[in-house]
């Protein structure tokens, strides 16, 4: 019956709608990313709010927003999902298995992302994951010399390959006394090339006529952000990860916008063979883990973040 559970199951499909929403916060991006119409999205929404009887979007012409049950509902919709994969899974046989190559950016260290990982691991034990930690240019060019099955990395300046995971603004930040000195150059604490963060940053400063200069170059983060704590200088960084003792520099400091970043999912190019074949759906089981996971990726990994 209609509000209650014991009625039956939460229909996958439903949650799985329900999931893209409330990453997306739209129905019309949410249809894109699924591959379906968008009156399919609101049939589905429609249908499991009730079967819980509640609410789990407030919605308008301009937006839409998660309700404090939908808010609920974004924890038990990816414990059933898991739960049904792992299911279905056990009685096909077709659990995904053999290696694969997967590598993310520096930025997801400190975050969530090992969570994520840990399940993955939990839930497909017959996978070898190996994973690799660079900086987002570099990931790229593994990727095309067929080094990596998957990446997880910011998406470069005018491409539009990749599934969208997350998007964040970027911003200035540094420690907390620190003054710039307009007649002086910018000090910059940056990763090295071909880090997407470092040629942002370059690129809008001599767009606006700012001269800069090199502080500090680490292909660490936890060295960028020692740095950054130290006084050395700037850093551009994503607004929603923010270190501890770190601050965004202020408007007054005269600084440019930075504009926004893309975090995306890529594939390898697929290959034949078993061993292709096995990679191939290792790869698509953590990216769906991942895209399950929505903007809560890129939240810091809790207190003590990041480690002294």
């Not at 439903?14 to 249809?31: C, E, I, K, P």
């Not at 006529?209 to 960028?224: E, I, M, N, Y």
């Not at 994503?238 to 930075?258: D, K, N, S, Y």
């Not at 893309?262 to 990216?287: I, K, M, P, Y």
Request: glycine share 10%; charged share 25%; with cysteine.
């Amino acid at each position: 019956m209609p509000g209650d559970p014991r009625g039956g199951m939460y229909d996958p499909a439903q949650l799985r709608t329900f999931l893209a929403v409330a990453q997306t916060l739209s129905f019309t991006r949410a249809a894109r990313r699924l591959g379906v119409r968008q009156s399919t999205v609101s049939q589905h929404v429609r249908r499991l709010e009730d079967a819980t009887g509640r609410p789990l979007f407030s919605r308008d012409t301009h937006s839409v927003e998660l309700t404090e049950d939908g808010e609920a509902m974004l924890g038990f919709a990816s414990t059933i999902l898991a739960a049904h994969e792992r299911a279905a899974a056990f009685f096909t046989g077709g659990r995904p298995r053999g290696r694969l190559r997967f590598g993310a950016s520096e930025d997801f260290v400190l975050t969530r992302l090992p969570e994520i990982l840990e399940s993955f691991r939990r839930d497909h034990p017959e996978v070898d994951l190996e994973l690799t930690v660079e900086l987002s240019g570099t990931l790229h060019e593994q990727l095309a010399a067929g080094l990596l099955d998957l990446v997880l990395a910011k998406r470069r300046g005018g491409d539009t390959h990749g599934e969208l995971v997350w998007r964040s603004a970027l911003t200035w930040i540094g420690a907390p006394r620190l003054r710039l000195d307009p007649d002086r150059p910018v000090p910059l604490i940056v990763y090295p090339p071909p880090g997407i963060t470092r040629a942002r940053a370059l690129t809008v400063l001599e767009a606006h006529g700012r001269r800069w200069r090199v502080a500090c170059t680490s292909a660490s983060l936890s060295a960028l952000i020692a740095a950054a704590r130290a006084g050395l200088g700037v850093m551009a960084h994503t607004r929603g990860l923010i270190p501890p003792g770190l601050v965004p520099v202020p408007a007054r400091a005269g600084l440019p916008e930075l504009g926004e970043v893309d975090f995306v999912l890529l594939h390898g190019a697929r290959s034949t063979g078993r061993e292709g074949g096995a990679a191939q759906e290792a790869a698509d089981a953590l990216a769906a883990a991942i895209l399950a996971a929505g903007d809560r990726l890129g939240r810091p990994a809790g207190e003590g973040w990041p480690p002294p």
